[in-house]
């Protein structure tokens, strides 16, 4: 994904900061001990994303309705059941969550509704059997959402139905209007999500949904630009789902990383645009990204008493 979006295509300065960036992020990824482990699934976890990806999914499709909108309604409203249903949890609002995002994926990548299903199934699954993995880590439910659509969109493929993925997404003009919302989106879902207790899903969903609705209803706000808009608030709310403990100096690092986001995505190619779940892979990338730099600045300060010294 990263090869395909960042460097295939880019200019040779664009391609040499995308290796800089991948480099961090396999410092991020080395630095990041408590990787978590694979658990036994729940039955309930795909087909709570399942359900999510359908309701997703119609609402874009059959009422043609903004797929960021749909896929932050659909978590919103997740969110807020598995807090008001008895017997639910509030570690419910994951799958279906991840199932939303999916159900954002568009039409020309899936042309069937049963292949967006089949991918929220997949998803939902893998959303169970790693949600102890990489705990805190803003970006995850999304990457895992992309997975379950690549394969999804892979099998769909094999047998003569998958669609054409490589929708672009249109920044033009408002590149540093990307770069605003998205270094003031990060910070302003991780102080709603663990600051105010609202949790991550809602922390990110109900801003987003409301981002979304008032562009919808002010379209001239966007300049036409509200996909490239709310694309922007929507992933970087997902690094603003990183839990504090996982960002020394959270505070700072949180809106380095949203910008850092808005920045991979006025780079981001056409190779996987319009398959739910790749603004959270790209948010996953950039707190990597940010944890391997502050693990290299730590590393390089550990290192210089010793150097001086010889």
Same mark, same amino acid.
């Given at each position: ?6 460097? %295939?295509?880019?200019? /040779? =300065? ?17 630095? /990041? ?10 039955? &309930?976890?795909? =087909? ?8 997703? #999914?119609? &609402?874009?499709? =059959? ?7 749909? #896929?932050? =309604? ?14 639910? +949890? ?11 995002f999916v159900g954002g994926t568009a039409?020309? %990548? ?20 790693? +949600? &102890? ?26 047998? !003569?139905?998958? !669609? ?25 879902t991780g102080a709603l999500a663990f ?15 409301l981002f979304a609705l008032l562009l919808?209803?002010?379209? !001239? ?45 006025? &780079? ?22 940010? +944890? ?19």
């Amino acid at each position: 994904m990263f090869v395909a979006s960042f460097i %295939v295509g880019h200019g /040779t =300065l664009e391609s040499i900061g995308a290796g800089l960036v991948a480099i961090l992020v396999l410092a991020g990824l080395a630095g /990041t001990s408590d990787q978590g482990h694979i658990v036994a699934p729940r039955v &309930e976890d795909p =087909l709570l994303s399942l359900a999510a990806a359908a309701v997703a #999914a119609a &609402e874009v499709r =059959l009422l043609k309705a903004p797929p960021v909108f749909s #896929a932050a =309604l659909v978590g919103a409203l997740g969110g807020m059941l598995v807090r008001l249903v008895a017997g639910a +949890r509030d570690h419910h609002g994951g799958p279906i969550y991840v199932g939303a995002f999916v159900g954002g994926t568009a039409a020309a %990548v899936l042309p069937s509704f049963a292949w967006v299903l089949f991918a929220g199934l997949l998803a939902g699954a893998f959303w169970s059997v790693s +949600r &102890e993995a990489w705990v805190g880590i803003g970006g995850k439910m999304g990457t895992l959402a992309l997975g379950g659509v690549l394969i999804s969109y892979g099998v769909a493929a094999t047998l !003569g139905s998958g !669609g054409s993925p490589g929708v672009p997404l249109d920044a033009g003009g408002v590149a540093g209007a990307v770069l605003v919302i998205a270094a003031l989106a990060a910070p302003a879902t991780g102080a709603l999500a663990f600051s105010a207790g609202w949790g991550p899903v809602l922390g990110s969903a109900v801003p987003t949904a409301l981002f979304a609705l008032l562009l919808l209803l002010a379209p !001239g706000l966007a300049g036409g630009h509200a996909g490239a808009l709310t694309v922007a608030w929507f992933g970087a709310s997902f690094v603003g789902m990183t839990a504090p403990a996982r960002l020394p100096g959270y505070v700072v690092l949180l809106p380095v990383g949203g910008l850092l986001y808005g920045a991979l995505l006025l &780079e981001f190619g056409t190779t996987l645009s319009g398959m739910g779940g790749t603004a959270g892979a790209t948010a996953l990338i950039a707190v990597f990204a940010v +944890r391997g730099a502050v693990a290299l600045v730590r590393g390089l300060r550990a290192g210089a008493p010793a150097s001086a010294g010889a």
